[in-house]
């Protein structure tokens, strides 16, 4: 961020996306923020952001497959795999092989893991608190409605199913 | 996305950050379907999303060093070393260390790497373009207003020296 002004030769007359106004840049930004100030909240706890977006899921419905984990978290299944392995290595979690499906892996939370949501969340509030700080809730809700908005038009070209199988 | 109305019990009352209403998990989702959309867009050239960011900084301002690639794209060093290494062999790019100052290597773009801005920005431009369609020119200054106050806002939180030595 800094470096921009800081260059020598602050020559970008030519470029004709420029990161100031590109929507992509920005939100990539934004995302890259936040992770970062999520990241410094939850590493005193022990968990990671790779456990983070995991657990977040797990929290909010317990019991879910490894496939669904992949497309909520938006990782791929061998990743899935590593993060949930390491976090039931850990003694956060406990995978349950489903015994109608036997080709599903349940996810369950220990007490330990659903103990961390006590402790977690609220720090995740924070975060989102700090991030919108000063707006007003309407201005909240514009913003949530454009990101709504981005992500349906964006949905809309990819196709879904590319979405599903990511 | 489906994944949550299709699940068989739909109990996520206790859920005090749902997914829907945090700006964290909104900010995530739409900077992942960007990444998704741009990716398919870029992929036929031969451009990987990881070489991607590079590019997008060294044709803002080709020369920069090593250490401002890593600043600007959020990379750690050694994963900067490993992407420009790879685009040096695709021949994208090329290493030279600064002649005033020896801890320094600057990174050029070749010809090639100079020519693949006239084929992918406009791609890029694209997938800016479908991300905001139907926003009317207000409504796009005021989504990347709010993007940057937010930036702003965690800033403040994590403390620039942070993300300067992220």
Redesign the interface.
Known sequence: ????SE?P????SE?????D??????????????Q???Q?KIDPHGVSLGMWYFL?AL???DG?TQR?LS??V?TMEPTTLTAIRSMERGGLVKRVRNSKDKRKINVFLTERGHKLKEEL?PL??E??G??????SDS??Q???D??????S???R??G?D???D?
């Open positions: 961020m800094n470096i921009r260059s030769a602050a020559d970008e470029s004709y996306l420029p990161f106004v590109s929507i992509g840049y920005q939100v990539r930004q934004t995302h890259r923020l936040m970062r100030y999520l410094l977040r929290w909010d419905k879910r669904e497309v909520i938006g969340l995740a509030k975060v989102v700090k991030a919108v700080e000063g707006f201005e909240r514009v913003f949530l454009s990101m709504k908005k981005v992500q038009n964006l949905l070209q990819i879904e590319h979405v599903v990511d």
